[in-house]
Structures are given as C-alpha cells and as structure tokens.
C-alpha cells in the first residue's frame, strides 16, 4: 500500500549506486509490460518502496537489482489487475491488418490499373 502525506499518497523510490543513494517520492508510476501495453499506477495503488541498486560492474558490464515487495503483489499479478499475457488479436492488431490489407488492395489496383492501360 501507498505511503502518504496529507491526502496524496505516494510511493518511496530508493536508488544506490556506487556509494550514493538517492530517495523520490513517486505519485504516479508507468510500468510497460512485455507485450508493450503501458500500465499507470497511482494512488492507493503504488507500492509503499522500489529499491534500486546498481552494484559493481563484472568485465565491463552494471548489474541491477530491483526489490518491489513482489510477494505483496502476487495476488494482484494473480487476479489479472497486471496481467502479462493479453488475448490476441487485439483491436490495434485488427486495425493494423485492415491497413496493411487495404494499402494491399490499393497497390494491387494500381497495377491492375496500369497494366489495362498499356
């Protein structure tokens, strides 16, 4: 659950990397999934912490590491509040597939066009 200050609630972001750390207060997050949709938390919805720590580097390469209290999330993740995996086709699939047929159509008279005329 949220902190919150007065009436705004908030989520605390701690950042370390290399000795120094930073803390933010977060009032509204965007957490894009994989499949791309971009899902806006806020309000009573953030979490309470983000732990973010960059630790030393192996042959050239950061690693991070990212605490979210991911137990406390689980039901949420569970009951489809961020769900991972969307049906498909999904409305901006259908719109793109009607595009790509339709420009298909278009080129194909096009052509069919100009070959009668020769």
Do not use: N
Not at 69 to 96: C, Q, V
Request: net charge positive; hydrophobic share 40%; charged share 25%.
């Amino acid at each position: 659950m949220a902190l919150f200050v007065g009436e705004k609630r908030f989520c605390k972001i701690i950042w370390m990397e290399g000795g120094r750390t930073v803390v933010r207060r977060i009032f509204k997050m965007a957490i894009q999934q994989p499949s791309g949709l971009i899902e806006i938390v806020e309000g009573k919805d953030l979490p309470d912490a983000i732990v973010l720590e960059t630790g030393p580097t192996a042959k050239g390469k950061p690693t991070m590491q990212a605490i979210m209290s991911p137990e406390s999330r689980k039901a949420e993740w569970e009951s489809g509040r961020f769900p991972i995996e969307h049906p498909w086709p999904r409305r901006r699939d259908l719109m793109h597939m009607g595009v790509g047929f339709t420009l298909l159509g278009l080129i194909r008279l096009y052509l069919l066009t100009v070959q009668a005329t020769q």
